[in-house]
């Protein structure tokens, strides 16, 4: 029982500490303005696993395999939460530079912008 519980207060630390290298140092919270971490999410910061598998030509499979290695080897990409891998895209970023060169890191960053100027024309004017 004491692994299970130490195994869950170290994930909660994992998160906590993904979540503030995700989003941004300080976070302002009022009524009228939209959360920081929905703009992040709007803005391409914060991937769905579909989202990383696209701009990565794999499959959804292959990105949560990819989360659960990176946080296996103490590097997160991402964060697991209610079941759905959230993945950075700056750590996913990050990651392939380290394996494979910023030449891979720049087509990827490609990609990504081209599906963040997709998903921005979706959204447009919707307001939370």
Do not use: Y
Request: hydrophobic share 40%.
């Amino acid at each position: 029982m004491a692994s299970i519980e130490s195994a869950v207060i170290s994930s909660a630390k994992g998160i906590a500490e993904c979540l503030a290298a995700a989003l941004p140092a300080e976070e302002h919270h009022s009524t009228t303005s939209t959360p920081s971490w929905m703009t992040e999410f709007r803005s391409g910061e914060i991937l769905t696993t579909v989202d990383a598998a696209t701009i990565l030509n794999v499959t959804s499979q292959a990105v949560r395999l990819r989360c659960e290695r990176s946080d296996d080897d103490g590097s997160p990409i991402g964060l697991r939460f209610a079941g759905t891998w959230l993945v950075s895209r700056r750590l996913l970023l990050d990651q392939i530079e380290r394996n494979n060169g910023l030449h891979a890191r720049r087509v990827v960053e490609g990609e990504a912008e081209k599906l963040s100027k997709l998903a921005q024309s979706k959204v447009g004017s919707l307001k939370i």
